[in-house]
């Protein structure tokens, strides 16, 4: 529209940075918790997950060798070392050795200890100390360092939330559970719906439009409502608490968007194709597999997109109908939900978890947007 | 059996099941039952028409019934009556009675009109605003996908997103939650435990669904919005409107009808809304709602009635809706 007149160029700047400001609003939760996933605990801790892009002044307290590590050197007594005990050594700004200043002498500068000595510290975090008579405190002289640290990224969150076999909170098992609970009913309730969409959209009987009107009003129904009734029901057929219970859970949740979504997509296919074919003598079993199957291949993509989300995300049917009291059937959600219970403080590990249980919907969605968004376009009511 | 298995067998199960009931059934019903041959063949195949179409609907009506009609009628039995050693006992509307006089059900009912004034309208009107603006833009189409992007997030992912966000460290060290930080930042006294400040916690959750929900709505609102006929805003500029004029005088009225499918969609998310609360505060400090209400009367005080009571509340809080919608598809089909 840009050429239309009454646009005007400063209008298009408020526009531009307006949508920058929105975009940056709702990407900045997940970025925050992506970050936050690479991070080690303490990290995490002690600094904002925004900092963590950047090189940051950290104050480290660190401890210089232990008494017995020293060494007579003509009248002096004398320990040496590198004070940094990894091989990352940040350079040092300040340094202390009391918490009450920590920032007391710059590399370099000798300092007096309490307990008698001369502690000299190089920027490079080799150390010196001297005294004229034996150390005899066993711990080591604890030193406060301040130094800029570059960012840094760790795996290791990962490692342990998936592949750690010994870690009970882990996602492994979770992970293939939802995979199992989502998978059939995805596949199963867009079978049994297009059949039922092809008979309402193209196949005449009395009642038909009584039909519809129930499938429309069923699509608001709440699930709230299905709990306990039908898990008696389903305690009183014996299935009871499992993977049948949330698979026939989920259809049945499932049915009233996936009939309405294929039925508004087939009705809208050419009446030419399915009458020729029925006058050419196709059985109307033909005419579905056939036709009328292939031809709804992007409506059928879009439910598939939804009940895969829905169902891989959901908590509430799965806590009802499948995760019995062994824990054995726990899904992702129900696993994050618990660690928030347990160790809500504990963010390297909650991130993580969350993050992989984010990241399947998140490549579905990305890879599939397009046929996401036309079945939302066709399943909102008009 | 390693549920993996389990449930590949499952698909392969339930798919066959699934495929040779419709086959089967049609090949029975053309060879066997009304063979379209014969002496009779045209009233047989006239009859086979007719059976045909409950044969294909008969799968989907019966979950559709068992999973979601049948419920309705047995939860409002379950309402009205008391769970005892002996079966189920008719008590009347007592479970309501016990229910209206908890004063947390009140709560929860407060709580569920704020959000349903709230999260509709917000994720309605950024909703709005983001499709009005991205649709002018060369990069509109990824600003939009990202603003998209939560809708694929589940609500307890999200939970655990916004308590990052909302995390409070003891005064003096860093905050490492965004809120915080920037609430210092801008001259708070003191970081604040956002989700145990009665009242306004319900506005942090809240704003997870509005989060999530906003996508949604810019979607649906971008497709109304390039449906307006061009002739109507470019008569509109041509006549001196502003582009304020033109968005609310022209293309907010036309596309009225899809605010409103909207606004009642996102209404009916609100009204079931219950793995946020559940994930982030468990209704506590005053945050409970409905939904998290009814959970907790059924599978943690195990009390079915009141539980089924608080359901019928949701159902009835539904229902208006229910029969608009029902009562427009009526109208569309004619």
Redesign the interface.
């Known amino acids: 529209?840009?050429n239309?007149?009454?646009?005007?160029s400063s209008?298009?700047w408020a526009?531009?940075i307006?949508?920058?400001v929105?975009?940056i609003a709702?990407?900045?939760?997940?970025v925050?918790?992506f970050v936050?996933s690479f991070r080690t605990a303490d990290q995490?801790?002690?600094?904002?997950?925004?900092k963590a892009l950047f090189s940051q002044e950290q104050t480290l307290s660190l401890r210089a060798a232990p008494a017995e590590e020293q060494v007579q050197v003509g009248n002096l007594y004398v320990i040496e070392g590198q004070i940094f005990e990894s091989e990352a050594r940040p350079e040092i700004q300040t340094w202390g050795i009391s918490s009450r200043a920590v920032d007391a002498f710059i590399p370099g500068d000798s300092a007096e200890l309490r307990g008698g000595g001369i502690f000299t510290l190089d920027v490079d975090g080799t150390y010196r100390i001297e005294n004229t008579e034996p150390f005899d405190v066993s711990r080591g002289q604890r030193v406060f360092i301040t130094a800029e640290v570059p960012p840094e990224f760790t795996l290791n969150n990962y490692y342990t939330v998936v592949f750690d076999p010994n870690n009970i909170e882990g996602m492994s098992k979770a992970f293939?559970?939802t995979?199992?609970v989502t998978?059939?009913a995805t596949?199963?309730p867009i079978?049994?719906?297009a059949?039922?969409a092809?008979?309402?959209a193209w196949?005449e009987?009395p009642g038909?439009?009584l039909?519809?009107?129930?499938?429309?009003?069923?699509?608001?129904?709440?699930?709230?409502?299905?709990?306990?009734?039908?898990l008696k029901?389903h305690n009183d057929i014996g299935i009871g608490k499992g993977?049948?219970g949330v698979?026939?859970?989920h259809?049945?949740?499932g049915?009233?968007m996936a009939?309405y979504l294929l039925r508004n997509y087939m009705v809208g296919l050419p009446r030419d194709i399915i009458e020729n074919a029925r006058v050419d003598g196709a059985?109307?079993?033909q005419i579905?597999i056939k036709i009328i199957l292939p031809l709804s291949f992007p409506a059928l993509a879009s439910f598939a997109i939804f009940q895969f989300?829905w169902t891989?995300?959901?908590?509430?049917v799965s806590?009802?109908f499948l995760i019995d009291s062994t824990g054995e059937?726990t899904v992702m959600?129900k696993q994050?939900?618990e660690i928030?219970g347990t160790r809500?403080g504990n963010?390297e590990i909650?991130?993580t978890?969350?993050f992989v249980?984010?990241i399947v919907?998140?490549i579905?969605?990305?890879a599939m947007?397009k046929y996401?968004?036309r079945g939302?376009?066709a399943g909102?009511?008009? | 059996m390693h549920p993996a298995i389990l449930g590949i067998l499952t698909i392969a199960l339930g798919v066959g099941a699934c495929v040779s009931y419709f086959f089967l059934s049609n090949l029975f019903l053309d060879k066997v039952l009304f063979p379209p041959r014969g002496p009779n063949a045209g009233r047989n195949i006239n009859r086979a028409n007719l059976i045909r179409p409950w044969l294909f609907l008969f799968p989907a009506l019966f979950v559709l019934g068992l999973y979601l009609a049948y419920p309705v009628f047995a939860t409002l039995w379950l309402s009205v009556t008391e769970r005892t050693s002996s079966g189920n006992v008719w008590v009347g509307f007592e479970n309501y009675a016990q229910m209206l006089g908890e004063e947390k059900f009140w709560e929860a009912m407060r709580n569920n009109m704020l959000w349903l004034i709230v999260v509709p309208a917000a994720s309605t009107g950024f909703g709005l605003l983001a499709a009005q603006l991205t649709d002018r833009i060369s990069w509109g189409n990824i600003a939009k996908s990202l603003i998209f992007m939560p809708m694929a997030i589940s609500f307890v992912g999200a939970a655990v997103i916004w308590k990052l966000i909302y995390d409070t460290r003891p005064e003096g060290t860093d905050q490492i939650g965004l809120l915080n930080a920037l609430y210092l930042f801008f001259g708070g006294d003191a970081p604040q435990t956002w989700l145990t400040l009665p009242f306004w916690n319900n506005f942090f959750l809240m704003a997870v669904l509005v989060w999530i929900q906003t996508g949604f709505a810019m979607v649906i609102l971008s497709a109304a919005l390039r449906g307006i006929p061009e002739e109507t805003v470019e008569a509109a500029i041509v006549d001196g409107a502003n582009p304020f004029q033109v968005f609310f005088k022209i293309k907010v009225p036309q596309i009225m009808g899809t605010i409103v499918v909207v606004w009642t969609t996102i209404t009916i998310i609100v009204l079931k809304v219950f793995d946020i609360v559940f994930a982030m505060t468990n209704g506590q400090w005053e945050t409970q709602v409905l939904a998290n209400y009814m959970y907790d009367k059924m599978f943690r005080a195990n009390d079915w009635g009141v539980g089924s009571a608080s359901a019928m509340i949701i159902m009835l809080l539904v229902t208006p809706i229910l029969v608009w919608n029902v009562r427009n598809a009526r109208k569309e089909m004619r």
């Open positions: 529209m840009n239309i007149a009454g646009t005007k209008l298009t526009v531009h307006s949508v920058a929105l975009v709702w990407l900045l939760p997940t925050g918790l936050s995490i801790a002690t600094s904002g997950w925004w293939i559970n995979l199992t998978i059939p596949i199963i079978l049994i719906a059949f039922a092809y008979a309402l196949m009987f038909r439009a039909l519809i009107a129930a499938v429309v009003g069923l699509l608001v129904v709440p699930l709230q409502l299905a709990l306990i009734p039908l029901f993977y049948i698979w026939l859970a259809t049945g949740f049915m009233p009939i059985t109307e079993f579905f989300l891989w995300n959901d908590l509430l806590l009802v059937t959600t994050i939900v928030l809500g963010w909650l991130a978890a969350a249980s984010i919907p998140l579905v969605f990305f947007q996401l968004v939302m376009l909102s009511v008009k």
